[in-house]
């Protein structure tokens, strides 16, 4: 890694300007091409994926983050809160799509961006964050597992890459409020 200090950021965005779109799908695409993180196997092009970006500003149940490296955007990952109409599952949320594209990578920047989805979903009243990555993705394993994220199950037919069928892990790792009880709590007890 470079010595150079670099100006490191992540936030949340409602909108995107021209400049930032580009970067983002630059990022993207380079994520895909060197192995997903996106769900996407295959390249998409500025046109898709710009597309995708301002179809996820609009989703009221989808937040986006970004990561930034010397103000160019270089990564991002999406927040995704349960349904309306799901009451029973209200405490929960997902956390999809995170990445950081290949050049930007080492800096701690993953880290700061799931850390800062962690802290909007408690803020949100969420006190449950899902996720599941491919198998494969060893890298994101690592970084979530380093994270505090508990392995829960292995679905063995998650996804399907290149022909080839994929285990997929899930996990899940509890948020705490700012007030009220700690989730633990809320866990149910053993009789
Ligand atoms: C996983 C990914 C987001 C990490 O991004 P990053 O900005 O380089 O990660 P960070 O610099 O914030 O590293 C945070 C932690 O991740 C883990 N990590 C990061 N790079 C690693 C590597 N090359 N080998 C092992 N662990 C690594 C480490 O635990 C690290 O903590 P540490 O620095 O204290 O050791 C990035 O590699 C990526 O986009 N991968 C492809 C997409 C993907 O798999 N996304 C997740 C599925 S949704």
């Known amino acids: 890694m470079s010595q150079v200090a670099h100006e490191l950021s992540v936030e ?5 300007s021209d400049a930032d779109l580009e970067d983002l799908c630059e990022a993207t695409d380079a994520a895909i091409i060197e192995g997903g993180g996106f769900g996407w196997v295959a390249p998409q ?3 898709a994926l710009a597309r995708h970006f301002r179809g996820v500003l609009l989703v009221p149940e989808r ?8 103000g160019h955007l270089v990564g991002s990952a999406q927040l995704v809160r349960p349904a ?3 009451e029973a599952l209200a405490w929960a949320a997902q956390l999809t799509h995170a990445y950081i594209a290949p050049y930007a990578r080492g800096y701690g920047l993953a880290r700061m961006m799931v850390n800062r989805v962690e802290e ?9 964050l899902n996720l599941d990555v491919r198998e494969t993705q060893r890298t994101a394993i690592e970084l979530f597992e380093r994270l505090g994220y508990i392995r829960w199950g292995t679905h063995p037919a998650y996804a399907r890459v290149e022909g080839r069928t994929v285990a997929g892990h899930h996990y899940y ?10 989730t633990e709590a809320l866990f149910p007890q053993d009789p």
Request: hydrophobic share 45%; no cysteine; charged share 30%.
């Open 12 to 16: 949340r965005v409602v909108a995107l």
């Open 45 to 47: 092009g500025r046109m």
């Open 63 to 70: 937040e986006l983050f970004v990561a930034r490296l010397d």
């Open 84 to 86: 309306r109409n799901n």
């Open 120 to 128: 909007r979903a408690a803020a949100l009243g969420h006190r449950v």
């Open 173 to 182: 790792k509890t948020l705490e409020p700012v007030r009220g009880r700690p």
